[in-house]
């Protein structure tokens, strides 16, 4: 603080006005939440979708993984994929919980026959926490992986074979 004898121009009570500042912008500066998304410059806030995204596309980039979400949503992804224009939905499956420095993160999947659903579950935590934390400096606190069905190579071809039985409901 200034000490008013060595400046006759400013007055006590301005100098304890000048002091009161100085201790609520120290005080702004540790309330303040601090991190990769807070800084002096500026904060940044991200939407649960994009965490969502980047946790559905670093699912299926595990082997193993051979769809995600339950039976419902698949069908209708499925439905709604076959439409000229329309995008995939990288978030079916996947629900976040997210705070404003970390996040939790629930999928759900289909395992491939033949895969170790342990070492597949594994190799999801892994890869959807280091993509989530790379891109969003978010702390990912837990992964949850729900496998909800087991893919069998069969399936593929009882599907193929129903669908040419069926008949088409025209007329030739």
Do not use: C, W
């Amino acid at each position: 603080m200034a000490d008013p004898a060595k400046n006759p121009g400013q007055s006590t009570a301005s100098a304890a006005v000048t002091g009161e500042s100085e201790d609520r912008n120290s005080d702004l500066a540790q309330h303040r939440p601090s991190g990769p998304l807070h800084t002096p410059r500026g904060d940044t806030t991200i939407e649960e979708t994009v965490v969502q995204k980047l946790a559905g596309i670093a699912t299926r980039e595990v082997p193993g993984v051979h769809a995600m979400g339950n039976a419902a949503r698949r069908a209708f992804s499925a439905v709604t994929e076959r439409i000229p224009g329309s995008q995939t939905n990288y978030g079916n499956g996947v629900s976040v919980e997210k705070g404003e420095r970390q996040a939790a993160v629930d999928v759900s999947v289909i395992v491939e026959y033949g895969y170790s659903i342990v070492e597949v579950s594994q190799a999801i935590r892994t890869n959807v926490i280091r993509s989530v934390e790379n891109a969003t400096g978010l702390e990912v606190l837990e992964v949850n992986v729900n496998v909800t069905d087991v893919h069998l190579p069969d399936d593929d071809s009882d599907d193929d074979s129903q669908s040419q039985k069926k008949p088409s409901g025209r007329l030739e």
